[in-house]
């Protein structure tokens, strides 16, 4: 039945135009991206190292797909939280826009069953959207760029991984992002089981996400303070996969963090679905 259920609402999903133009967004930026790369990726690196070549000589391709999948993801994960509320809003508060709400409920299943694969069926969009990032950046960026090491910098530092020690941290990076996209889902979804316009949940989330952002950017002692508490926080955790060691226990925190919102937000929203007053 479940089953049922989730290829249901994957077709009421994939039915509106409005689920692809996450898909549309990333295949028209991430080669515009690639092709500035391939224009002017020289002179960047060359930015990049100007200090250290001055006392070391860089050799091999260090234009690669690595490093220009790493400046998409450090780009775009910030962009792509607006492509999942263009999705997520619209899952519940569509069916009270398109009057649908009571015929959900007088299918035989429960309530809850109802609101878990429609969110299945949200994540499935997401993983699907993060999977295509995944594909265009990576995927594409190592056939046209090729393989090479990993430059990353960190503040003052300068960090480079070899070859052979990056796509595996790429691969974690995607998952860890999947998840940050994931509370993204649930917040978006639960707004949207407290409206039935799906605007409102699509400005509720960014407005959220924006605020968030900004907080944690400020360096200011009152809302250091606050930080720790705002999930935005620990969305960009990924970064810590591209350190030397890597910091496990603080991606395991961050990891949990974040799972912690999903259920607190899915949990909301199958109360305040199951207490709904649909039929009035």
Known sequence: MIFSLISIELSKIFRKWRTYIGFLAIAILVPIIQIAMLVEGEKSINFMTRNLQQSFIFV??????????????NALVVHIPFLITLVAGD???GEATAGTYRILVTRPVSRFKIVFSKFLGGFIYTNLLVLFLAVMSLGIGLLVFGVGELIVIKNVNILILSRTDVFWRFILAYGFATLSMTV????AFLFS??????????VSTMA??????????????????????LFTNYMQS?????????????????????????????????FIFNKKDILS
């Open 184 to 187: 993204v889902l649930a917040l």
């Open 91 to 93: 899952l519940l508060a």
């Open 208 to 229: 959220i996400i924006i605020v968030f952002v900004i907080i944690s950017a400020l360096d200011i002692e009152f809302f250091q303070s606050i930080r720790p508490y």
């Open 60 to 73: 091999g391709n260090l234009l690669n797909g690595y490093l220009i999948s790493y400046a998409i993801l």
């Open 238 to 270: 990924w970064r810590s996969l591209f350190d030397d060691p890597i910091d496990i226990q603080d991606i395991i925190k961050s990891a949990l963090v974040l799972i912690s919102h999903v259920i607190f937000f899915f949990g909301a929203t199958v």
């Open 193 to 202: 089981s407290l409206v039935e316009n799906a605007i409102g949940p699509i």
